[in-house]
C-alpha cells in the first residue's frame, strides 16, 4: 500500500507565500516523477509543476516565476513553495507520484488533496 500526504495548504492573502509538502510512504521500491496538480472551483485538474528524480522540472507558464517545486528524495518528500499568490491559484492541490511498489507494479499515486486559497 501506498500513501501520499499532503500538508502545508490554508488561507493567505494576494501575494503571500505557502509552502506545500507531500510525503511518499509504504511498500515502494522506487519513486520516479512526482509533481503538483490543482483543480480550481468549477474548472479541470492542470498540472501546476513535477520534477524527476534526477531534478528535471517541469513548471508551467501560469505559475513560472512564483513556484518553485523540489523533492528530498532520502525522505520521499516532493515540495511546492508558492510565492506571489493571486487569486487565481485558489484551488485544492493535489500530489502526484509515479512509483514502483516492491512487488513491482507500477502506477501513479494520488494524495487526497489540501486546500489554498488566496483572499483579501
Known amino acids: 500500500q501506498v500513501q501520499l500526504v499532503e500538508s502545508g495548504g490554508g488561507l493567505v492573502q494576494p501575494g503571500g507565500s505557502l509552502r506545500l509538502s507531500c510525503a511518499v510512504s509504504?511498500?515502494?521500491?522506487?519513486?520516479?516523477?512526482m509533481g503538483w496538480y490543482r483543480q480550481p472551483p468549477g474548472k479541470q485538474r492542470e498540472l501546476v509543476a513535477t520534477?524527476?528524480?534526477?531534478?528535471?522540472?517541469n513548471i508551467a507558464d501560469s505559475v513560472k516565476g512564483r513556484f518553485t517545486i523540489s523533492r528530498d528524495n532520502a525522505k520521499n518528500t516532493v515540495y511546492l513553495q508558492m510565492n506571489s499568490l493571486k487569486p487565481e491559484d485558489t484551488a485544492l492541490y493535489y500530489c502526484?507520484?509515479?512509483?514502483?511498489?516492491?512487488?513491482?507494479?507500477?502506477?501513479?499515486?494520488w494524495g487526497q488533496g489540501t486546500q489554498v486559497t488566496v483572499s483579501s
Open positions: 502526484n507520484a509515479g512509483a514502483r511498489t516492491i512487488i513491482g507494479r507500477e502506477r501513479d499515486y
Open positions: 509504504g511498500s515502494i521500491s522506487s519513486i520516479y516523477a
Open positions: 520534477v524527476t528524480n534526477g531534478g528535471s522540472t
